[in-house]
């Protein structure tokens, strides 16, 4: 497979590669599914590039010391709710350069969080 990478900010803003990778699999592979097959790589990285990142990076999830069972779940539920609001919160927003997550918290955390409260309509 090609894969084609442009990078669109930061120090290397513009720069641009082709790359060829290999996949592998146990599933039966025939010219006739590829289209199939490449729809299945791209829904997954999606995921790992969308929701994942923003978990990991600006949640600190995994460098959450929290090991027991119940604790993990009920903090990455809290987690992905917190997602939720933050993207009603970010479609909102008339500048979207400063609506990242980080955005969200400090600015959820400048008004004690009452925003967030009225995003779920239990406060107003």
């Known amino acids: 497979m090609t894969r084609e990478v ?13 790359e060829k990778i290999l996949y592998i699999s146990s599933k039966e592979m025939n010219p006739d ?4 097959l490449l729809g299945i ?3 997954y990285w999606s995921i790992e590039g969308c929701l994942h990142q923003r978990l990991d990076v600006s949640a600190g999830e995994d460098s959450s010391r929290v090991r ?7 903090l990455g539920i809290l987690r992905r709710s917190v997602i ?16 990242t997550l ?10 004690n969080h009452r ?9 107003k």
């Open 6 to 18: 442009k990078i669109l900010a930061g120090k290397d803003k513009g720069k641009h590669s082709v």
């Open 33 to 36: 599914r590829a289209e199939w």
């Open 41 to 43: 790589i791209r829904e």
């Open 68 to 74: 027991n069972r119940n604790s993990l779940l009920v």
């Open 84 to 99: 939720g609001i933050y993207e009603q919160w970010r479609r909102e927003r008339k500048n979207k350069r400063q609506s």
């Open 102 to 111: 980080k955005d969200f918290y400090d600015n959820m955390n400048a008004f």
């Open 115 to 123: 925003q967030a409260f009225t995003k779920l309509k239990l406060f």
